[in-house]
């Protein structure tokens, strides 16, 4: 039995329901223990176990010491989500005064320990595998479990959700019909939701970390203007979820 | 004394105040970082902020956009047409379906069942535990079908939807739903037979549900009824509920008049909508010898049931009358007028969900939110408190205090904007 904690930052628990629901399969339930989960299990305090899955952003000092304590007592971990990837949508916020974003929601923002910045958890420690996605599939998390109980692990591929179209069959909702879409710098795994229901895909996995720079976002960027996407729209998808590589490649060179 | 929540979704904590050794008031603390929705969504486009809030909550994002999406459309005028309602209508049951199997199978279960977690009751009970997941499985094929995927869903638009689902995945669904429904009844009839006899009494408590006209179950609305008193939701939060900063802390406690805590969600819809749940249900809950209204905020499992199981019978009709020629619409949102107010509110897992934003030029400016679980954390700290207050402040009090929480359901990261707790002085 691999002794498995799930942790939990700043997040919605999206990504922790899918863990959820990999252990529905009887296979995963009897090959792995869930020993830490404020959800899911009675246990206050995490302790050592060989698996832990951290969903969310870090926010504040406390979460970025509970996130180096959660590493100290785990043999392998795994970024689970956007949010702990790149930063997730509540990435939006980054760039305006902390005050300003305080203030705007609470009557008395000087209770409010937050950073002004977003931190992704790979920002702070090293974690051993990453499974982005808003929420993450299902189908990947079950895929790594299965593999990680043989020993191994899935094979990282680097590809867009333009190849998931292609492989579905999916008519190019940009190109046939000109509606605008993400799907050419987006990272694949969600197996083309958006482009499947009619709509283009709004970045939630995050920005590709391959094969994109500065240049070629800003020509996306344009094409996208010109098929009449909003200019604030299309700011807010690309940092709104993948910020740390959207920012990291807008520096420059590639990220 | 110090405690940390578990089985409720998000990071929270039970803060207790003791005078000499003993109970004198219970808090529940929200230790999770918040994600000031509130803010960002500020400066962006109204069909944008409907794929945005879905991200407030993994367990209930469809309540999140759909409601959303009907403030829009009912200050701007849309038109929805009434084959695409249901359809949302389908995918927000699907989420009440799996929303309510979740928080009774791997939160509150253990507890009513006495196991240590989900993981010891599958052990000792594998066959209804399979029901139980049977159910979920199900939902999430639903959602997938509805709305594209368990969480986040992406078929939720202004004017309606995205794309209206295959026929043949409907049918799919169609066929499964009486095996569902019979493994369903298996998994409610073991939850409802057990009638855990030490639970807290609530005290004196008001409920508060959205309220309509019509025969149909608490859904969407603009008006809520506070003990049988209809009030438009404006009035309600603007008004008679209030937020209030409580003493000895820094939390914000929605309050009616400011005074007395209310309870929102399963439990309040239970006891003031039961008659609008289906035959099927009310005979099924009073087969097990429970009939409204509930008065332990710990018996919520049993309106959870009931509302599950009405969920899912009104799917079966739904599924049964899919009409795949439904149009969806595409009717455009840019040209708003200036200062427009639209507000609406959806009866989400937990309880009234309300939106409120001014929107100029089909762009939001200002956006508030009142979520189910931060409305009823005036009312756990106030069940708490009555239930231990006076005793010794140990751990046996703790864990009373700890099954009111997991009896609400709380959604910890919802709710975080509402209330940073620090103790001040006890």
Same mark, same amino acid.
């Given at each position: &039995?691999?002794? /498995? ?5 700043? !997040? ?7 863990? +959820? *629901? %990999? ?62 990837? &790149?930063?997730? /949508? ?5 760039? !305006? ?7 705007? +929601? *609470? %009557? ?83 197996? %083309? ?63 | ?426």
């Amino acid at each position: &039995m691999y002794r /498995v904690a799930v942790v939990k930052l700043t !997040s919605c628990s999206g990504c922790i329901n899918e863990i +959820v *629901y %990999a252990f529905t399969f009887s296979d995963i339930a009897s090959k792995y223990r869930i020993e830490y989960s404020t959800e899911l299990v009675d246990v206050e305090e995490m302790g050592g176990v060989d698996i832990a899955f951290i969903e969310g952003s870090i926010s504040n000092k406390h979460q970025e010491e509970l996130v180096k304590s959660v590493r100290a007592k785990a043999g392998f971990v795994v970024a689970i989500g956007t949010c702990a990837v &790149m930063g997730g /949508v509540q990435s939006l916020r980054v760039g !305006s005064d902390v005050n300003d974003v305080k203030k705007a +929601v *609470y %009557a008395e923002p000087q209770y409010i320990e937050v950073y002004s910045d977003v931190k992704p958890v790979t920002d702070v420690i090293k974690v051993d595998f990453v499974i982005p996605g808003c929420p993450i599939n299902g189908s990947a998390l079950t895929s790594f479990l299965r593999k990680y109980a043989f020993g191994g692990l899935p094979i990282a591929i680097h590809e867009s959700v333009c190849a998931e179209c292609k492989r579905r069959g999916l008519e190019c909702v940009l190109v046939a019909r000109g509606v605008p879409c993400l799907g050419p710098v987006t990272v694949s795994g969600c197996g %083309a939701i958006c482009p499947s229901f009619g709509r283009g895909c709004y970045g939630c996995y995050g920005i590709k970390h391959v094969d994109l720079n500065r240049e070629k976002l800003e020509a996306f960027s344009r094409r996208l203007a010109e098929l009449g996407m909003d200019r604030d729209d299309i700011d807010a998808l690309l940092k709104g979820y993948g910020f740390k590589v959207y920012s990291a490649i807008m520096r420059g060179g590639e990220a | 004394m110090k405690a940390v929540l578990t089985r409720v979704e998000g990071e929270g904590g039970i803060l207790v105040v003791e005078r000499g050794g003993y109970v004198e008031n219970v808090f529940y603390e929200i230790s999770e970082a918040p994600r000031f929705f509130e803010y960002i969504v500020v400066g962006r486009n109204a069909e944008r902020v409907v794929d945005i809030v879905s991200r407030v909550c993994g367990l209930c994002g469809v309540s999140y956009s759909l409601v959303a999406a009907e403030a829009f459309e009912k200050c701007l005028g849309i038109e929805v047409d009434p084959e695409i309602r249901m359809l949302r209508a389908a995918l927000h049951l699907a989420e009440r379906v799996k929303s309510h199997v979740i928080h009774v199978f791997y939160m509150n279960l253990p507890e009513i069942a006495q196991a240590k977690s989900f993981a010891e009751f599958l052990q000792r009970n594998p066959q209804i535990s399979r029901y139980a997941q049977d159910v979920l499985m199900w939902s999430r094929k639903a959602m997938e079908v509805f709305g594209g995927r368990f969480h986040n869903v992406v078929n939720i638009k202004i004017g309606g939807v995205y794309r209206v689902p295959d026929k043949s995945d409907v049918e799919k669904l169609e066929k499964e739903i009486a095996t569902v429904i019979k493994a369903f009844t298996e998994f409610a009839s073991f939850v409802l037979s057990i009638k855990p006899s030490d639970v807290v009494q609530n005290v004196k408590i008001h409920q508060v549900s959205l309220y309509s006209s019509s025969s149909e179950y608490p859904h969407l609305s603009d008006r809520v009824s506070l003990d049988g008193d209809v009030y438009s939701v404006a009035e309600f939060y603007k008004s008679i509920s209030r937020a209030m900063q409580v003493q000895y802390s820094t939390a914000l406690h929605y309050r009616v008049k400011g005074v007395e805590s209310f309870v929102v969600g399963p439990f309040a819809r239970f006891n003031q909508s039961y008659s609008k749940l289906s035959k099927e249900v009310r005979d099924f809950v009073e087969m097990y010898d429970w009939s409204p209204p509930l008065h332990s905020i710990m018996h919520s499992y049993v309106a959870r049931i009931a509302e599950a199981y009405d969920a899912l019978l009104t799917l079966e009709k739904y599924l049964d009358t899919f009409k795949s020629s439904a149009i969806t619409n595409t009717s455009s949102i840019a040209s708003t007028k200036s200062g427009a107010v639209c507000e609406y509110a959806v009866e989400a897992p937990r309880g009234i969900l309300y939106h409120r934003y001014i929107v100029d030029i089909g762009k939001v400016k200002i956006c508030d939110i009142i979520t189910p679980t931060a409305q009823n954390l005036a009312a756990m700290s106030d069940i708490a408190t009555a239930a231990i207050r006076g005793r010794k402040a140990d751990a046996s009090s703790i864990a009373i205090a700890k099954r009111i929480a997991i009896s609400f359901d709380p959604c910890i990261s919802c709710s975080v904007h509402a209330l940073p707790v620090k103790i001040i002085t006890a």
